[in-house]
């Protein structure tokens, strides 16, 4: 079957940095996706990878290893508003979305 | 660019009514709406895949005859609740895509739907 498995929470400090994995199973991969999402609001786009390697933006960054089904996000620098749910989501061979049940993430001052 | 908006934000109902969420690309063409359910601290459940001019497609468990999806433009999709149950309180999100095959999906704001 299909799977996402990543954190269901994790604590981190200002200012630090912090990783959030994400593993994946899927039928066929055409990308591997991470969201924001605050409480009661829709999810926003992070990132996309598709490729081996790391892609940076700004303080965010996401890292994928397809041939072990793996992905993370690095977040830099934390802000309080950093504070949210993160969702990892892979798409498989018929561009569906597989979800993760998403991490949250509380920053502490 | 890219917005996709929904409406109504939130709408509370009384249960056995039917209760409609417009969901409308502004500054592009859906050829793909996909509608999620989200439960309190839960992560997003796909219910159906719509493309422009056909019949949704509909993931197992999500009765069509009580959801029903109707996508009849490149910029409009609509989920009917119908005779809705407290149960079916839920955080309700559409979001959109431009081609039908890989590309970003973009969420509209979600709607609150709470039945009494």
């Known amino acids: 079957g299909q799977n996402i498995d990543q954190p269901t929470e994790m604590t981190a400090t200002e200012g630090a940095i912090v990783q959030i994995n994400c593993t994946y199973q899927?039928?066929?991969?055409?990308?591997l996706f991470w969201y924001q999402q605050h409480a009661g609001e829709a999810p926003t786009f992070l990132s996309y990878?598709?490729l081996d390697g790391l892609e940076e933006k700004g303080r965010f960054s996401s890292f994928l290893s397809r041939s072990k089904g793996y992905s993370y996000l690095l977040l830099k620098e934390l802000q309080m508003k950093d504070s949210a749910s993160y969702l990892c989501?892979?798409?498989?061979?018929?561009?569906?979305?597989?979800w993760g049940a998403g991490t949250k993430l509380i920053i502490k001052p | 660019g890219a917005v996709v908006s929904q409406h109504p934000s939130w709408v509370i109902c009384k249960s056995g009514t039917s209760v409609k969420i417009e969901c409308r690309s502004l500054?592009?063409?859906?050829?793909?709406m996909f509608w999620y359910r989200q439960f309190p601290k839960q992560s997003l459940m796909l219910m159906a895949t719509?493309?422009?001019?056909?019949?949704?497609?509909?993931e197992q468990g999500v009765e069509k005859d009580k959801f029903l999806i109707n996508h009849a433009s490149l910029t409009l999709s609509t989920l009917t609740v119908t005779s809705a149950h407290p149960e079916d309180s839920s955080f309700y999100i559409c979001?959109?895509?431009?081609?039908?095959?890989?590309?970003?999906?973009?969420f509209g704001p979600g709607t609150r739907l709470t039945v009494l």
């Open positions: 979001s959109a895509s431009q081609t039908r095959g890989y590309n970003e999906q973009f």
């Open positions: 500054d592009f063409q859906a050829t793909t």
């Open positions: 719509s493309n422009e001019g056909s019949k949704a497609t509909y």
């Open positions: 899927t039928s066929g991969f055409n990308g």
């Open positions: 990878n598709v």
């Open positions: 989501a892979a798409m498989d061979s018929n561009y569906q979305l597989i």
